[in-house]
């Protein structure tokens, strides 16, 4: 039977309607009662097609899926959790959303409202007032509709909140006894081209030029960018600026925000460039304290880098998004020219009028900055791969030597890194030049989950998605390997098995250091070890591809290329365990 076969008679199938209209592709679950008539309306009334339902083992796996996704497509899918209970799952996976600013439309199930629908005990269990307290401090606006006429205004209002700058999670609870209740009237449906999100703010004229005048007349000017790669186009037009001005850009990570190998690119030598700065451009950066100070971890004090002449504007819109209960947003940094715009608009507009206010000498200038920022580009390039080689036959393999080898494997394929840097050696090494090939990282235990729903996105392309998989993360939610066999999702997982929460042991050694106690006791509570954790082993019980775990440096190519030729050619999940040193 097709789904014609069922036209809408119930509340949910009003409900259901709704996720199409607004092309909700996919919807992430872990199944339960209180949204059993929303699940039925996906698969019998839509046919299980927009939205397709990919089913999960725990709902941070959803929520890390919906999470991956997002931030790879700019516009979310639905993770679906059962009431109460799945909600307080995937609190963790929906807070790590929100601080990533990723698109998800949350979608929860409570009651019956209605204390005489409630079936003794268990109804009244999964029964909550109101059910969005839970997250309504990390997520950007919640709902909980108490009619169906109200439910399609609700839905495309979460889905024009989650999709406006900042982007971010959104929560829409839906009553049991509203999904069964037997349609006595047409509900209406409105014509979502009428209901688009609003437009992106630009900055004045009179700031851009303002803005201008101090970028061209800097001596060492700095740009730190974060979040710019959320727009891919913004990319393009931050390169644009940065080579008319000569400009040493930071890749802060938040996103692919600057090519690694264009000779503007001076990550990894930010410290020194901040100390000598007269200006610095941030753009889009989520607490930019981070990176105008340096911490030092036994006594947890902030040290000011920043020279205290030196003029700091910020074009962002992350204060729109500030909530009291987390504080992800960072100290309060001193900003001579603050500027709430989109960065996609405003870069075009700032390169426009420093371009107007060039002269040929200061263009003859600027050329003499560019020489010398390129010579100490690609020296940081040349001592990064030297370190890499350096490290080549050791065991445990060194984190450099495993990137290095794994981009011998992936550089003729089109690539994206769907998870993890690992400790930024990928950016130091491979060669990364187009703007989906990174799209940051997330919060622990929601790697893998992280990774599913970026290679979903990425499906159509047909893309290699890379997953760089920190050990202690994926113990989080390993049966996100069962998401991947079942719905065939192509990913290679490199694990990194260094059998250690091993920043959590490097902070217990310097405590240990700073209070003369004995260091060797840092691994108790940090090691994943007695036992040892057979990942290879892990992914083979679930069908998949599992080779490992590799210590001798030797087999680690071989492993590498067949991996890769299991991905692409039989499009499903192969994971490579991979012994690592314990070091950054």
């Known amino acids: 039977m097709s789904a014609k076969d069922f036209p809408a008679r119930y509340g949910s199938d009003v409900m259901a309607e709704m996720l199409r209209i607004l092309d909700i592709k996919y919807a992430a679950t872990m199944p339960g009662s209180s949204y059993r008539g929303l699940h039925d309306s996906i698969v019998n009334h839509l046919g299980n097609k927009g939205p397709e339902i990919i089913l999960c083992a725990h709902e941070g796996i959803a929520v890390a899926v919906a999470h991956g996704y997002g931030k790879v497509a700019g516009k979310p899918i639905a993770a679906m959790l059962h009431n109460v209970l799945g909600l307080l799952h995937g609190t963790m996976a929906i807070y790590n959303a929100w601080v990533d600013d990723a698109p998800i439309l949350v979608i929860g199930g409570t009651g019956p409202m209605d204390i005489e629908k409630r079936r003794p005990g268990i109804d009244w269990m999964h029964t909550a007032l109101i059910q969005g307290n839970v997250v309504r401090d990390y997520v950007k606006w919640d709902d909980q509709p108490s009619s169906l006429a109200s439910v399609p205004d609700s839905f495309i209002r979460a889905y024009q909140i ?42 004045d004229a009179a700031t851009i030029d303002r803005v201008a005048r101090l970028l061209v007349a800097a001596v060492n000017p700095v740009v730190i960018a974060d979040f710019v790669g959320r727009n891919p186009a913004a990319v393009a037009s931050l390169v644009e600026l940065a080579e008319l001005l000569s400009l040493p ?81 960072g100290k309060l940094v001193a900003t001579d020219i603050p500027v709430a715009a989109d960065t996609a608009l405003a870069l075009p507009a700032l390169t426009a009028a420093c371009r107007q206010l060039l002269t040929k000498k200061r263009q003859t200038e600027l050329r003499k900055r560019f020489a010398s920022l390129k010579t100490r580009h690609e020296t940081l390039r040349e001592q990064w791969q030297t370190i890499a080689e350096d490290e080549q036959g050791k065991s445990p393999i060194p984190i450099p030597w495993l990137v290095k080898q794994v981009w011998e494997v992936v550089k003729n394929e089109d690539w994206a890194l769907v998870n993890g840097d690992i400790n930024g050696w990928t950016r130091r090494l491979w060669d990364w030049e187009k703007p989906y090939q990174y799209i940051g990282s997330v919060g622990l235990g929601g790697g893998l989950g992280h990774s599913l729903g970026a290679a979903l996105a990425h499906q159509p392309e047909g893309r290699l998605c890379i997953d760089f998989q920190p050990d202690g993360d994926f113990l989080f939610t390993p049966a996100g390997l069962w998401t991947a066999a079942h719905h065939n999702i192509p990913l290679l997982v490199i694990m990194n098995n260094n059998r250690s929460y091993y920043n959590s042991e490097l902070h217990q050694e310097m405590v240990a250091r700073y209070r003369k106690r004995p260091l060797g006791n840092r691994v108790i509570g940090t090691r994943i070890e007695y036992p040892n954790v057979n990942y290879a082993s892990l992914a083979r019980s679930f069908g998949l591809y599992g080779v490992g775990p590799i210590e001798n440096p030797d087999d680690l190519l071989p492993a590498l290329k067949k991996a890769v030729r299991i991905v692409r050619d039989k499009k499903q999940l192969a994971l490579v365990d991979v012994v690592t040193q314990r070091s950054h």
């Open 162 to 203: 989650a999709t406006t700058d900042p982007q971010g999670p959104v929560y829409v609870c839906l009553d049991a006894g509203l999904q069964e209740k037997l349609l006595t009237d047409k509900v209406p449906l409105p014509e979502i081209k009428r209901y688009l999100k609003p437009s992106s703010p630009q900055v």
């Open 249 to 329: 850009v930071i890749d802060a990570g938040g996103r692919f925000n600057f090519p690694n190998t264009h000779s503007l690119d001076l990550t990894g030598a930010q410290r020194e460039l901040i100390k000598e700065a007269d200006v610095v451009l941030a753009l889009d950066v989520h607490n930019l304290s981070r990176y105008l100070n340096t911490a030092e971890w036994e006594t947890r004090q902030s040290v000011n880098i920043l020279p205290e002449k030196c003029q700091v504007v910020h074009f962002t819109l992350q204060h729109l998004g500030i909530k009291s209960w987390s504080q992800a947003y």
